[in-house]
């Protein structure tokens, strides 16, 4: 297998124990089904393991990380749905018990349901940082974009949500978001 | 909401933390360590390329054939890339890496396109990419600065590898211990003929990045047995094979007990077939059949069924392995 095979499955192995948790959280948030969630998680550590030498390295692939499961689950709501080995395997194992503990609330809270009618982009953002704690220039990194960018749709659909609870609350304030900086909400 | 808020109010939105997603699948997460690692390196499959952009692909590799003389190369022996067990494809804007099955790098990418496409492809070049892998693109096409030409890869590393990895006979074909999956990898290293090797077995738990132990010769003494979990077992199912170093690490993961897969269901079926003698065509015959049975078709992608004639063998030899699909390699004579 040449050179560094050993060492490099151990490199491998060490970010796998690291982001299994955070990935596994990244696809259980946003994919209803744990089968579907264990598909996007086989399909994202495969994809970390074929690129494991062009990934990006350090602070930045987490976010990069995120950005290949979020694409895992585009395909998915694409109509892409593709069963693997991997994906099955790990769906058996499932822990139901685990899962129905872990379920979420009903969701109908004044903010759950502004955050709800967002449009699916701007959850998108929104989540990045409250849900994975992502800065701006991560969330570039996991979008595949520059901060720049983030920035301008970050400030939008921080503006879009505030709108929503608006209209249902008639509340007015300043929502305040930290996930290693800090977004103003204003 | 009103007023000033803080992050606790979206992120209590979160439907579950990290943690209580993680032991959602906890018991999974050895296992999929060990499928993930077993994957071909390279890019992620699947195909870039859809037939309609074909045409066009076509007309640009044309030009290329026509202003690109053909060069002759040398064929390369002892190469690092040599030694490795998957090949990069990169034809005609497709790109998927796949197990090596023939040892022809060439030939095992034109079988993967004509299974892919359905047609053809234009005439293979294997190259060494110099980054300890094997790349292969048209040959009518320029390689990159630095590839050299490749002719071969090792079949016996093939076999080695396909042997070790099988669901049907190999590691994964049941749940062994450091002692039965040690004396395993050290049959199929003397089956290949690979002598002077050694084989080691990682001590089991988390934490993956201590070094192999105990580390043995092949044919040394053995390996204790692996401790149980009490709701998983661990299995010794994982492996790497290093011919840098000629050495086969031995993994154990945590396996969970759960219903089985289909890619199991198949070993179960294909297992007696590789107890009786047949030749290629009549093997390729009764996987067929088997997989049939389970509702797995070549032509829907749910299994890739590769048939290699050896007529060194006298009986046929099947292997399962599980990467992104299930494939099986039939390996023996024509008759």
Not at chain 1, 152 to 176: F, M, P, V
Not at chain 2, 164 to 179: E, F, K, V
Not at chain 2, 267 to 288: F, G, H, I, W, Y
Request: with cysteine.
């Amino acid at each position: 297998m040449g050179d560094g095979v050993a060492e490099r499955r151990e490199r491998f192995e060490a970010v796998y124990r690291q982001l299994y948790a955070p990935i596994c959280g990244y696809a259980l948030r946003r994919v209803r089904h744990p089968e579907d969630a264990a598909e996007v998680i086989a399909e994202t550590f495969a994809t970390l393991w074929r690129r494991f030498d062009a990934c990006p390295q350090g602070g930045e692939l987490r976010p990069w990380l995120f950005g290949v499961a979020r694409r895992v689950i585009a395909n998915q709501r694409r109509g892409e749905r593709r069963r693997s080995a991997l994906g099955e395997r790990l769906a058996a194992n499932t822990d139901w018990t685990a899962f129905e503990t872990a379920r979420p609330d009903d969701g109908t809270s004044t903010l759950a349901r502004a955050f709800t009618a967002l449009k699916e982009s701007d959850r998108q953002l929104l989540s990045l940082v409250a849900w994975e704690g992502l800065t701006t220039e991560e969330i570039a990194v996991a979008l595949g974009t520059n901060r720049a960018t983030v920035r301008l749709r970050l400030h939008r659909a921080r503006r879009r949500l505030l709108e929503a609870l608006d209209k249902k609350t008639g509340a007015q304030g300043l929502i305040r978001l930290t996930g290693g900086e800090e977004h103003e909400w204003t | 909401m009103s007023g000033r808020s803080s992050i606790d109010s979206l992120r209590q939105l979160s439907p579950v933390s990290d943690a209580e997603a993680a032991a959602v699948f906890d018991a999974g997460r050895e296992e999929l360590l060990a499928g993930v690692t077993r994957l071909p390196l390279g890019r992620p499959d699947r195909r870039h390329a859809t037939r309609r952009r074909r045409p066009l692909v076509l007309a640009l590799a044309l030009v290329v054939v026509l202003g690109t003389a053909a060069a002759a190369w040398a064929v390369l022996h002892g190469s690092p890339a040599r030694e490795t067990t998957s090949v990069q494809c990169l034809i005609l804007g497709s790109d998927a890496t796949i197990p090596s099955t023939s040892g022809d790098p060439a030939h095992d990418c034109a079988v993967d396109w004509k299974r892919e496409f359905g047609t053809a492809p234009p005439p293979l070049a294997a190259y060494d990419n110099s980054l300890g892998g094997v790349t292969v693109i048209p040959r009518s096409q320029k390689p990159q600065k630095g590839w050299k030409p490749l002719r071969s890869q090792d079949v016996a590393l093939i076999q080695l590898q396909d042997s070790l990895d099988d669901y049907i006979n190999g590691l994964n074909s049941s749940c062994l211990g450091s002692g039965a999956a040690t004396n395993l990898a050290e049959s199929k290293l003397a089956e290949f003929g690979f002598t002077g090797w050694t084989v080691a077995v990682r001590s089991p738990g988390p934490s993956s990045t201590s070094l192999p132990t105990p580390k043995m010769k092949a044919g040394g003494k053995k390996a204790a047995p692996t401790q149980s979990l009490s709701e998983t077992r661990t299995c010794v199912s994982a492996d790497i094979v290093d011919p840098t170093t000629q050495s086969v690490t031995l993994i154990p993961v945590g396996v969970a007990t759960g219903p089985k897969t289909t890619f199991e269901k198949l070993a179960d079926k294909l297992r007696p077939l590789t107890q009786s003698c047949e030749s290629l065509p009549a093997a390729v015959a009764s996987v067929r059949a088997a997989a049939g049975d389970l509702g797995l078709s070549e032509s829907a992608r749910t299994y890739d069924l590769n048939a290699v004639t050896d007529n060194s063998l006298r009986c046929a030899s099947i292997y399962e392995t599980v990467g992104g699909t299930i494939f099986v390699t039939v390996r023996g004579p024509r008759a």
